[in-house]
């Protein structure tokens, strides 16, 4: 408990002995999170737009005259993509078209017997997944015709896949940008305290014991630099949100405030574990070359 | 603590020899000093049995333990049963007395009132007691060299070694710091103290080892710095 007690003031003193140095890391880790954060955001609301589009997409499967819809039903059901699917009887079709045609519905008496077909109404979990439905029923002898959005269905795929590499890249980057900026700080503070260290270690402090306020520093900045790019994506995305509703109200992004906090949440515990994790790395690379016997 | 060193060699790269088959037994509580000329090897010794330096051939034992074997988990608490006075003090330059002592005792994780306690006392023992809230900067060489000494004591060490502790100082201040390793001794602490001051080593008789190009050239109980009829 003492030597934890020892470990908080050496923080502070290591904070604000070099408090310019400790301002810059916070800043940068701070604008690289953001990005970080920013492009997340970003590739999620992507995201969530195209599975909003993807949920609304159907295919309608027609069968041949006089062929009920079982064995298409058969071969839809058993395939775990299929959310939902429904069947429409030649009856429930033409009370579709009558309600359709409004004033004109009489003109369907006109053709006589029911001439519209079996069919079914099939929705997927993701637009990807709508060609390998499409294709097995196209191999059946029951289905004349299927008909779905191809070229929708192809573009969202590529928005998504696109949206969701260009987005991976980008937090890779900034990932490894926001370890290297907390990494060289401590190192930096590492090397100013040397001689303190190398004393330390010649009266027989633990290895954890000069660890401890240096791994605590990189937390702090880490944690520190998260909370400052949370604020700013706080408010950056209430600012889009109200902007959004305003002028383009058909677009569904994510105003979930669960969703929006566990996400925050997330990025501030990534900054806390980049800053340890950084500092814990150059702290112990240094206590291992200096307690290796010359 | 009882000391052995058997065939110790120690070899710098590319190939400077410090030291080459040195055997010494050092018994608990004893006092011994090492006299040698400038690179007869008399700090490699002292780095060798505070483990900074490991030998290149030979085994150290202090107490129960084997230098060569002790792993890097352990060694912090064998370094903390020895007292270390380096030859340039290595005080930290931006903390005072109080918080040069006290770092010690911190760092083995006592609590605050114990360290306090502990380091006022040490503090007062080589009297510095009016001086305690002076850095080092502030302080002369004499009572740097005693900040260096409370600092190793502190912890009550049972092995204390002392890297030329009297030098540059004046005959009078050096007079001071030698009772002061004879009180530590007296407490039954073993002492290794390497010197060159001639003085001391006569007036305050007691072991005497001397190294020459890294090889034990004397070891007299009670010797003298000069060989009789050297003089």
């Not at chain 1, 900054?271 to 016997?293: D, I, K, N, Q």
């Amino acid at each position: 408990m003492a030597s934890f007690r020892y470990a908080l003031r050496d923080t502070f003193r290591l904070l604000f002995r070099h408090w310019g140095l400790s301002l810059l890391t916070l800043l940068t880790a701070a604008s690289v999170l953001y990005i970080l954060g920013f492009t997340a955001l970003f590739a999620m609301n992507i995201r969530y737009i195209v599975s909003r589009i993807e949920g609304g997409l159907v295919i309608q499967a027609y069968m041949k005259r006089g062929v009920n819809a079982d064995e298409a039903l058969a071969t839809v059901k058993s395939s775990p993509v299929v959310t939902s699917v429904r069947v429409v009887s030649p009856e429930d079709a033409l009370e579709k078209l009558r309600a359709k045609l409004g004033n004109q519905a009489q003109a369907v008496t006109l053709l006589g017997e029911n001439p519209l077909p079996w069919s079914l109404e099939i929705q997927v979990q993701r637009a990807d997944q709508i060609t390998y439905i499409v294709r097995d029923l196209m191999v059946l002898p029951s289905v004349e015709e299927v008909l779905y959005a191809g070229k929708l269905v192809e573009r969202l795929s590529t928005i998504s896949r696109v949206s969701g590499t260009v987005s991976g890249v980008i937090l890779m980057l900034t990932l490894i940008i926001s370890m290297l900026v907390i990494f060289n700080t401590i190192r930096i503070a590492i090397y100013s305290r040397k001689e303190e260290i190398e004393v330390m270690m010649l009266i027989g402090a633990t290895k954890t014991y000069i660890s401890l306020p240096f791994v605590l520093h990189g937390m702090i900045l880490g944690a520190g630099g998260a909370l400052c790019a949370i604020l700013g994506l706080w408010s950056t995305y209430t600012s889009a949100l109200n902007a959004i509703r305003s002028t383009l109200a058909f677009l569904d992004i994510i105003n979930d405030r669960w969703i929006l906090t566990q996400f925050f949440s997330f990025l501030f515990a990534a900054g806390a574990t980049t800053g340890w994790m950084c500092s814990w790395l150059a702290v112990h690379r240094f206590t291992s070359m200096s307690l290796r016997p010359r | 603590m009882d000391i052995r060193l058997s065939g110790v060699t120690k070899v710098f790269e590319p190939d400077i020899v410090a030291l080459e088959d040195v055997y010494l037994s050092v018994d608990s509580g004893e006092f011994l000093y090492l006299v040698g000329t400038t690179g007869s090897g008399k700090t490699t010794l002292l780095r060798l049995i505070s483990r900074e330096y490991v030998p290149t051939r030979g085994q150290i034992t202090v107490g129960e333990r084997n230098l060569r074997k002790i792993s890097s988990v352990d060694l912090p608490y064998y370094r903390r049963e020895v007292g270390v006075v380096f030859q340039d003090f290595k005080l930290l330059p931006n903390l005072n007395v109080v918080e040069n002592v006290a770092f010690v005792l911190e760092a083995m994780g006592l609590p605050p009132k114990l360290v306090e306690g502990r380091a006022n006392e040490v503090i007062d023992q080589v009297g510095l007691w009016r001086r305690r809230f002076l850095k080092p900067p502030q302080l002369s060489g004499g009572e740097q060299q005693r900040v260096a000494i409370a600092r190793a004591m502190a912890n009550s060490p049972s092995i204390f070694l002392a890297d030329e502790p009297t030098g540059n100082l004046d005959l009078r201040t050096s007079e001071e710091i030698m009772r002061l390793l004879l009180s530590i001794n007296a407490a039954g602490t073993t002492v290794l103290v390497a010197t060159h001051d001639q003085y001391l080593v006569d007036a305050y008789r007691q072991r005497l080892v001397e190294l020459h190009n890294g090889r034990l050239k004397r070891d007299e109980r009670r010797g003298r710095y000069f060989v009789d009829g050297e003089l």
